[in-house]
């Protein structure tokens, strides 16, 4: 059974920088996409960035792209978020998918002075 789980959400001040991670238990397919999507109360969930399970192939949202990067750690079944210059429009819970399929339970992330 795969699942994923996010860890390094928090509180900082607009223009700063967070890492988020989301740790891969189980063994995704090859073809397999990880994906960021992120929400803020009485909104859909908003697609972030995404990459490929086995391709360096990252793609962004146009409103993250330039500050936020998304990369891979296979060696420990690990898909980061780093997130630089970041907005009080950044505030939202943001969550880890593999294929749309399976969901971490999300993590705070607030932008606030």
């Known amino acids: 059974q795969v699942r994923v789980e996010e860890s390094g959400g928090g509180l900082v001040q607009p223009g700063g920088a967070l890492k988020l991670s989301c740790v891969v238990y189980g063994c995704p397919s090859d073809d397999a996409v990880l994906t960021w999507f992120r929400q803020t109360s009485g909104t859909e969930r908003e697609f972030v960035a995404g990459?490929?399970?086995?391709?360096?192939?990252?793609f962004y949202t146009g409103s993250v792209k330039g500050r936020f990067t998304i990369s891979r750690d296979s060696a420990k079944n690990t898909v980061y978020l780093q997130m630089n210059s970041l907005k009080p429009e950044d505030t939202a819970v943001y969550y880890c998918?593999?294929?749309?399929?399976?969901w971490g339970p999300g993590i705070q992330v607030t932008v606030s002075s």
């Open positions: 998918t593999i294929d749309q399929t399976f």
């Open positions: 990459i490929g399970w086995s391709a360096n192939d990252p």
